[in-house]
């Protein structure tokens, strides 16, 4: 097992309740001490209390095994609305917001989050032809096709 992978198992030991769960692990060895940032979320919304708990948790459980050998920075936070979208979960939560999503192929859909299932997204998207007037219709975008998804921030 992969030290991502390790440390994504203590993680999800240490969260609080199923509504909570683990977005990524991300290890940077580069400087003099690897960094260290696991990004967690709840359905629900998280708060900064969950974040502080489970990173003394997790750490301690690191530290008492000795997983990480040479010195390291912990941190534990919500992924921020610039971290892509990696899971079905994080897809849910966003229901109602407007996603800009990256195709497979490189294309890029801009539209608002209708519906997500176990494989699937489904987008209101405007579709503009020549000449005509813009009209809204319903894109389905299957998971295994999205490159990177984005939420777009309106500050209307």
């Avoid at 494989?119 to 998971?143: D, F, R, W």
């Amino acid at each position: 097992m992969s030290l991502k992978q390790t440390i994504e198992e203590i993680v999800t030991k240490h969260l609080p309740d199923d509504s909570h769960f683990v977005v990524d692990v991300l290890i940077n060895e580069k400087g003099p001490k690897q960094k260290v940032s696991i990004l967690i979320d709840a359905d629900g919304g998280l708060n900064i209390d969950t974040c502080a708990t489970v990173s003394r948790a997790v750490g301690e459980e690191l530290e008492a095994k000795e997983i990480i050998e040479k010195a390291y920075v912990l941190e534990v936070s919500s992924p921020g609305l610039d971290h892509p979208l990696t899971g079905r979960r994080q897809y849910q939560k966003n229901i109602g917001r407007n996603l800009m999503v990256t195709m497979e192929n490189g294309d890029k859909m801009e539209g608002k989050l209708l519906s997500v299932d176990q494989s699937a997204i489904n987008l209101l998207v405007k579709q503009k032809e020549k000449g005509k007037k813009a009209v809204e219709v319903e894109a389905t975008i299957a998971l295994e096709q999205i490159k990177k998804s984005i939420v777009l921030v309106s500050f209307k």
